[in-house]
Nanobody
Framework: QVQLVESGGGLVQPGGSLRLSCAVSGKTVTLNSMAWFRQAPGKQREWVARIIPSGSVEYADSVKGRFTILREAAKNTLYLQMNSLKPEDTAVYYC??????WGQGTQVTVSS
């Protein structure tokens, strides 16, 4: 059984930072395509970042230079380091394995 559990969301002021975590069981983070998506109120879910088994990473233009996707083999965990946060980053953030298995999401709110 594949399970993904996100954590680390919260309320942060503009310009602040957060680090999201996604603990994975049933799949190995270093052997699968892993990604973060987000969904803002009233909007469709959008892709944020991806890391593939080789270690290559990709980012949406809206977060490039501010967000970093990371993985830790020992903990079988995916991370999203988010810096210079903006109000438009407010959304529920989801991690996924192969775009097929999804976590329950964690809320990120950027507001003063």
């Amino acid at each position: 059984q594949v399970q993904l559990v996100e954590s680390g969301g919260g309320l942060v002021q503009p310009g602040g930072s957060l680090r999201l975590s996604c603990a994975v069981s049933g799949k190995t983070v270093t052997l699968n395509s892993m990604a973060w998506f987000r969904q803002a109120p009233g909007k469709q879910r959008e892709w944020v970042a991806r890391i593939i088994p080789s270690g290559s990473v990709e980012y949406a233009d809206s977060v490039k230079g501010r967000f970093t996707i990371l993985r830790e083999a020992a903990k079988n965990t995916l991370y999203l380091q988010m810096n210079s946060l903006k109000p438009e980053d407010t959304a529920v953030y989801y991690c996924t394995v192969q775009d097929a298995y999804w976590g329950q999401g964690t809320q990120v709110t950027v507001s003063s």
